[in-house]
C-alpha cells in the first residue's frame, strides 16, 4: 500500500509491513544526533512545550520528536522539567542531514 508520509514525519524512517494480512510500522532506524559543537543549549521555561520549541526552531511542531530524541526523552512532556537546560540539534543540520536522509531513500521504505 501507498502510504505519503511528510517529510517531518520520524516515520519516514520506518518500513510499513504486512504481517498476517495486516499492515503495520516496523521499528525505526532513529538518525544519529549526538551532540555537535553547533547545538543549542536551551533552559526550558514553565510555558514551554516541545512541540512549540520544534516549531520556534525548526519551524514546524511536527519535529518534536527531534529534540526528543536528542535528550533522551521517554516520557513527554514529564521529561521536560522546568529550569533544565535541553539540547536543541542545530537547525541547519536538522535540515541538511536528519531530513535529506529521508529524502534520499535510506529510511527503507
Do not use: H
Not at 517529510?7 to 524512517?13: N, W
Not at 498476517?20 to 512545550?49: F, H, M, S, T
Amino acid at each position: 500500500m501507498a502510504v505519503n508520509v511528510r517529510e517531518t514525519s520520524r516515520q519516514r524512517f520506518a518500513k510499513l509491513v504486512e504481517i498476517e494480512g495486516v499492515e503495520c510500522w516496523e521499528l525505526w532506524e532513529p538518525p544519529n544526533l549526538d551532540p555537535q559543537p553547533n547545538d543549542i543549549l536551551y533552559k526550558v521555561a514553565r510555558k514551554d512545550r516541545i512541540d512549540l520549541l520544534a516549531k520556534r526552531f525548526y519551524e514546524s511542531a511536527e519535529l518534536w520528536w527531534v529534540i526528543a530524541l536528542a535528550n533522551d526523552f521517554r516520557l513527554i512532556p514529564n521529561d521536560m522539567k522546568e529550569n533544565a537546560t535541553i539540547r536543541i540539534p542545530a537547525p541547519a543540520r536538522v535540515t541538511v542531514s536528519v531530513l535529506k536522509r529521508a529524502n534520499k531513500g535510506e529510511e527503507g521504505r
